[in-house]
């Protein structure tokens, strides 16, 4: 049954790999290059948003031959402002990494 409360974030809406006909949702500048689940995970608590449910065992459905992961958190605005902020929190943490 749709759950109309929460939101679905699947990690391949931010792999920089991925072509936008692929599952990517975002613009290059926004994605990173192959994200963990891991910092999915901590990008979306630094944004703000709880997470309710996780899961990494599972298969985005534009690429089932491949494993990803997905968080589901609480719907609070628009799915594309949520993409967003966690986006901004994601690519800033990989590019603190690389320096």
């Not at 996780?54 to 459905?61: L, M, N």
Request: hydrophobic share 30%; net charge positive.
């Amino acid at each position: 049954m749709k759950d109309y409360e929460h939101v679905v974030i699947w990690l391949d809406y931010f792999n920089k790999n991925l072509k936008k006909s692929k599952g990517r949702r975002l613009g290059l500048e926004k994605c990173v290059f192959d994200p963990s689940l891991k910092e999915l995970m901590d990008a979306t608590k630094d944004s703000g948003f709880e997470i309710t449910e996780s899961d990494d065992k599972v298969r985005f459905p534009k690429r089932p031959f491949v494993r990803s992961g997905y968080v589901i958190v609480p719907k609070g605005s628009s799915k594309t402002k949520i993409l967003n902020k966690i986006s901004e929190k994601l690519v800033y943490k990989r590019s603190k990494q690389t320096k």
